[in-house]
């Protein structure tokens, strides 16, 4: 009787050994130097990927368009709430309204020549002899190029309209006035609100603005 449990129970640990040898197979060398091989790429993939263009919807505020921005904003605030600013900026209600309409002049003043920039872009397109992305690279250039004059003109003519702002304060107004345009500044330039441009900041956004215009 216990020679027959003793083979029952060897029987089952032979089983049980087949089993698990079955389950667990033991890889052939080659096929595991393979796997280590594919395994290795990707991690090199995942840690070193290839660049790629950023997809640009619009592009945000150049240095030469804050100022432009910030007083557009000041001429807002005016007009929706005339006594927080007043107050703000220590103001007299005669400084206030004058700012007002200089501010209103100033914005009425200044056009976007966002047609003339996608001219410039075109009629360079159109003539080079270039191909594919050098032809791309031309008419984007002759875009940025003419956007450029545009946005130095609009920071030439706003340190204008700030210096006539600036004329009308005493010592204290014009000190809160700095400051109100340092923190404007900084909070605009970090908003990531967008240019009145087209976005032409790389080859893949570029074309699609081609595509658009152009083609």
């Not at 096929?31 to 280590?36: D, F, R």
Request: hydrophobic residues 40%.
């Amino acid at each position: 009787m216990l020679s027959s449990r003793l083979l029952i129970t060897a029987l089952l640990s032979l089983f049980a050994v087949s089993s698990l040898a079955q389950t667990n197979p033991v890889a052939p060398e080659h096929e595991t130097e393979i796997n280590i091989s594919e395994k290795t790429k990707a991690i090199n993939a995942y840690r070193n990927p290839q660049p790629r263009d950023l997809t640009i919807l619009a592009q945000t505020l150049a240095a030469e368009e804050l100022d432009r921005a910030v007083l557009n904003r000041l001429m807002q605030e005016i007009s929706t709430q005339p006594e927080r600013t007043q107050a703000r900026i220590g103001l007299s209600e005669s400084q206030l309204r004058e700012i007002f309409i200089t501010l209103s002049n100033a914005r009425g003043f200044i056009n976007g020549s966002e047609l003339q920039n996608v001219q410039a872009m075109c009629s360079a397109w159109e003539s080079s002899a270039a191909m594919g992305e050098e032809r791309i690279a031309q008419a984007l250039a002759a875009y940025t190029a003419r956007e450029q004059l545009t946005k130095t003109f609009i920071a030439k003519y706003y340190s204008v309209v700030l210096h006539d702002i600036e004329s009308l304060l005493d010592e204290t107004s014009l000190s809160r006035f700095n400051a109100y345009m340092v923190d404007r500044r900084r909070r605009l330039a970090n908003a990531g609100i967008k240019s009145w441009g087209a976005p032409v900041q790389n080859l893949r956004a570029g074309t699609d603005t081609i595509n658009f215009h152009c083609r």
